[in-house]
């Protein structure tokens, strides 16, 4: 009845814009309005009356035209995921992209990694160009820094044989934490997943390549196979202490690695003790991964596969988490972590919030202030922003996973304003970007 009455209002319209009835054919001009709407200049009386009744045509062929509409928006949406796919179809990646779902905090609920206290390195690649060998590391064969669609910033890109290492040896204590991101690519000529080598190694050749050729010689190395497996092993060459032959493999399936698909490594050093973290998951635990005294690791190198890498980070000594906050009434963390430019707290901050959100819960009468910090890249206006942002949600994930009392903590931003160092590398960058918690 109501399309009825649409229609008649239609062809009053029709008469008063003074067109004759014998003249123009209502129903064949409706007609070609909706199918060339958009190219039709002339006649405005029926394209105001078919504004009015579309509603009631719609309600007609209702049943008709969902599933019709379903069927194209199916179509559609098939399309726009092969045009995104082909997007990011680059020489950088072979294979098709897959781009998991965004892991928020409650997935990782057993996660107990705490990186260290301290960043010593820091390596985003975002002070190389892109085509560049990165000016930090060296290599026997080669590699690039690259872009890519499926994932933000700068990655360093090497395939098969290759292997690359941080150019300068490391300082590290016994105490220390590794990260970095990974993205098993494909290998030569449109190859499937060729897997990568991680090693953490003492050299003693700086230039060695092959690892263990020298007297000393040792590590830890981390595998993932061209099928995904992960495995790992340690060595230890010379007499000057016994041989070290751990190995093995981490068979369950769900730990498999996938090509084109992003990875966070964590791995935690407390002296002769190897933690390894895969996303949320602690995969790999060894008591005695390093002999008391003798093997120092003095080095970072990938090698043997196919990967891209970027956020590779180093930072020492073990938090004393409660002592600063309670006692010296200023914790300052770099554990907390977010996306460029993001507000929202990654996932793998969750260790860390635990142990803060912890010892609020055991102390209850204390109050703090949450202070967000940004380094020196971006505008003055918008990193003030953001460190204020930043602040907010680190309260929000307190008192939301957590169970922090909101009403006892503080934010705020002092966005780039407080550097601790120059912003000129992206270590230093990195312990500018920090949150710090004052007791009040």
């Excluded at 912003?423 to 990195?430: E, F, I, Q």
Aim: with cysteine.
């Amino acid at each position: 009845m109501k399309t009825l009455v649409r229609i008649v209002i239609l062809m009053l319209l029709v008469s008063q814009a003074g067109l004759a009835p014998a003249q123009v054919n209502v129903k064949q001009k409706v007609k070609n309005q909706t199918n060339n709407r958009a190219n039709q200049k002339t006649d405005q009386a029926i394209d105001k009356g078919l504004n009015s009744i579309e509603n009631g045509i719609k309600g007609v062929f209702k049943k008709k035209d969902k599933n019709q509409d379903t069927q194209e928006q199916q179509e559609q949406q098939e399309q726009i995921i092969e045009q995104d796919a082909g997007n990011e179809q680059t020489d950088e990646n072979q294979g098709e992209p897959q781009k998991p779902a965004q892991p928020v905090l409650e997935t990782y609920s057993k996660y107990d990694f705490i990186p260290g206290e301290k960043v010593i390195f820091y390596e985003d690649f975002s002070q190389d160009a892109v085509g560049d060998f990165p000016a930090l590391w060296n290599t026997n064969g080669s590699a690039e820094v690259v872009t890519t669609n499926l994932y933000p910033g700068n990655w360093m890109k090497f395939v098969m044989d290759q292997c690359v290492w941080t150019d300068e040896l490391l300082d590290l204590p016994e105490n220390y934490t590794i990260e970095f991101d990974v993205i098993p690519i494909g290998g030569l000529e449109g190859e499937g997943m060729s897997g990568y080598h991680f090693r953490l190694m003492q050299a003693k050749n700086v230039r060695a390549w092959d690892g263990g050729s020298a007297p000393g010689d040792g590590g830890f190395q981390f595998t993932v196979e061209y099928f995904g497996r992960p495995g790992y092993n340690t060595w230890l060459q010379g007499e000057e202490c016994s041989q070290q032959n751990l190995s093995g493999y981490v068979e369950r399936e769900e730990f498999k690695e996938k090509m084109n698909q992003k990875y966070h490594i964590a791995i935690w050093v407390q002296k002769t003790r190897l933690r390894l973290y895969q996303d949320e998951n602690k995969i790999i635990d060894l008591p005695r991964a390093f002999p008391a005294g003798c093997v120092k690791p003095d080095r970072l190198r990938f090698e043997y596969g196919a990967a891209m890498l970027s956020n590779i980070r180093i930072a020492v000594g073990k938090p004393d988490t409660r002592n600063k906050l309670i006692t010296e009434g200023k914790l300052v963390t770099y554990g907390i972590y977010f996306d460029v430019n993001k507000d929202v707290v990654k996932p793998e901050s969750y260790g860390t919030l635990k142990e803060i959100a912890t010892i609020l819960n055991e102390v209850p009468d204390v109050k703090v202030k949450i202070v967000g910090h940004t380094d020196s890249d971006g505008q003055d206006a918008a990193n003030l922003d953001l460190s204020k942002r930043r602040a907010a949600s680190v309260k929000d994930e307190l008192v939301k996973s957590f169970g922090v009392n909101g009403d006892r903590l503080e934010t705020d931003g002092m966005g780039e304003t407080q550097p601790v160092a120059p912003n000129d590398s992206p270590s230093n960058k990195a312990l500018n970007r920090r949150v710090e918690f004052i007791k009040l």
